[in-house]
């Protein structure tokens, strides 16, 4: 039984101010989704090598997908204080600019679950930019992963969230 001192605390603080994997054993579940997104800025010759597919150390895209499915089933080894929760769908897309030469990666997470799937999303989306960074790495050293951001979530009891775009 949770104690109303124990309501007022932060989530993630105990009564002693020590860090604590936040309880949710009375949680309901409910149907979860987030969507977060980063973007990979390379040069002209990396960006080729990836748009033409003969990037020299293979397919960039399936790697870095199946890279960021991987890492968003596998966030509460890589984040101390997120819970084991059963991904039901982990998508990995990409969005190609020619004029920018960008990559957007974009990850979308669900579940039935007790908890969010924020972190599940976005580990995914950086995971997948730095196997992006790591295949094209050979052909330039410059490239850059920037705007690593939520973009949408739904479910439990904060409801739908979207960030606000321009």
Avoid at 44 to 49: D, H, R
């Amino acid at each position: 039984m949770v104690s109303e001192r124990q309501h007022k605390m932060p989530a993630h603080i105990d009564s002693d101010g020590n860090a604590r994997m936040v309880d949710i054993s009375c949680k309901n579940a409910t149907v979860r989704e987030a969507v977060a997104s980063c973007v990979v800025e390379l040069g002209q010759e990396a960006f080729i090598a990836l748009k033409e597919g003969n990037a020299p150390k293979g397919d960039v895209l399936a790697t870095a997908r199946i890279a960021g499915i991987l890492a968003a089933k596998q966030v509460d080894r890589l984040i101390p204080l997120c819970h084991s929760l059963p991904l039901e769908f982990v998508g990995i897309d990409f969005e190609l600019s020619e004029k920018e030469r960008t990559v957007t990666v974009r990850a979308r997470s669900c579940t039935s679950y007790k908890t969010g799937v924020e972190m599940e999303a976005m580990t995914g989306a950086s995971i997948a930019a730095l196997a992006i960074y790591d295949m094209l790495k050979g052909i330039e050293k410059g490239i850059t992963i920037s705007k690593l951001q939520l973009e949408f979530k739904s479910g439990g009891k904060s409801g739908t969230w979207r960030k606000n775009t321009p």
